[in-house]
């Protein structure tokens, strides 16, 4: 593994310290007047999501986690587990829900999806930042039912449900914010 100082922090770069594998959210390198110079951070545990605030002497060494960007496709679902599709390999392998997170309410059969991987390890998925799924299920809209700003409920094709204007029926194809899953426009 490649060792990296504080000096070489970058948002978005991902450490392995002894507690797990980090990624930089933010960091500040302070020199104060008295004393040595130092980095505040803030991590982020990419395998709970949990958020610390981390402080380093300047020039620390630790080690740099090398993730891989690797496409696979989703074929379908096995009870708890997403049957996916190594597109190189051809290999298929299970993965459990908690290892898919917030993908799982984006994706359809077919799908390509791009996995983040630490070694043979999968720590996340790399999503569009929006996705145009179907609506299955929701309120007719009413002719006349038009009140500026008004919502609904849909449930979509993946079983997520968004906040919809009224003029959505069901059958509609809908563009989602992958982000913070709200409905952006009709596709």
């Known amino acids: 593994m490649a ?59 630790m080690e740099n986690a090398f993730i891989e960007k690797r ?11 997403f049957a996916v599709m190594d597109s190189e390999t051809f290999e298929q392998i299970s993965v459990s829900e908690s290892a898919m997170g917030e993908a799982a309410n984006y994706i359809t059969e077919g799908q390509a999806v791009i996995f983040l991987m630490y070694g043979d390890e999968i720590i996340g998925t790399d999503l569009p930042a929006s996705v145009e799924l179907d609506v299955t299920e929701t309120e007719p809209g009413m002719q006349g039912d038009r009140v500026s700003g008004a919502r609904k409920p849909a449930t979509l094709e993946t079983g997520l449900t968004v906040q919809v204007p009224l003029f959505v029926n069901i059958g509609d194809r809908i563009k989602v914010d992958t982000r913070t899953g709200e409905y952006q426009t009709r596709a």
């Open 3 to 61: 060792t990296i100082s504080t000096n070489d922090f970058k948002n978005g770069m991902t450490i392995e310290l002894s507690d797990g594998l980090f990624q930089i959210q933010d960091f500040q390198h302070v020199k104060p007047g008295k004393g040595g110079a130092f980095v505040r951070s803030t991590l982020r545990n990419v395998r709970t999501g949990a958020v610390v605030d981390r402080t380093f002497r300047a020039g620390e060494k």
């Open 71 to 81: 496409e696979k496709q989703y074929l379908y679902r096995d009870g708890q587990d």
